[in-house]
């Protein structure tokens, strides 16, 4: 008996609680590669995150400096492990979340 409500609980929390694991993905101007944000929610002038850059295949360290959105999504960041400042353009994903709402709506 204890053995059923164990796997019934686990079953429940697998179907109702997914792990929510999130990048964004999209483009360096300055090295012309892609960079990965694993978490998007922290881009915020100010904050320090973390970016990983495919053209060295490492993560870098970096301090937001500006977030525009107009369409895509521009952002300025210091990079802390090379001392250079880049930028990254990436697709603005509360408008393609807007898109695709209304496209089924």
């Known amino acids: 008996m204890k053995r059923s409500l164990t796997i019934i609980i686990l079953i429940v929390l697998i179907l109702?609680?997914?792990l929510s694991i999130?990048?964004?993905d999209d483009y360096d101007y300055d090295s012309g590669?892609?960079?990965?944000i694993e978490n998007p929610e922290l881009v915020a002038p100010g904050k320090d995150i973390?970016?990983?850059d495919f053209s060295d295949g490492a993560y870098h360290d970096v301090n937001v400096i500006s977030v525009v959105r107009d369409?895509?999504?521009i952002?300025?960041?210091f990079d802390h492990d090379t001392g250079d400042y880049r930028t990254f353009e990436m697709e603005d994903?509360?408008?393609a979340k807007d898109s695709t709402i209304s496209n089924v709506l």
Not at 33 to 36: K, L, P, V
């Open 16 to 18: 109702f609680c997914p």
């Open 22 to 24: 999130h990048a964004w």
């Open 33 to 36: 590669d892609y960079i990965e």
């Open 50 to 52: 973390q970016v990983y």
């Open 71 to 73: 369409g895509t999504v």
């Open 75 to 77: 952002i300025e960041v």
């Open 93 to 95: 994903e509360s408008k």
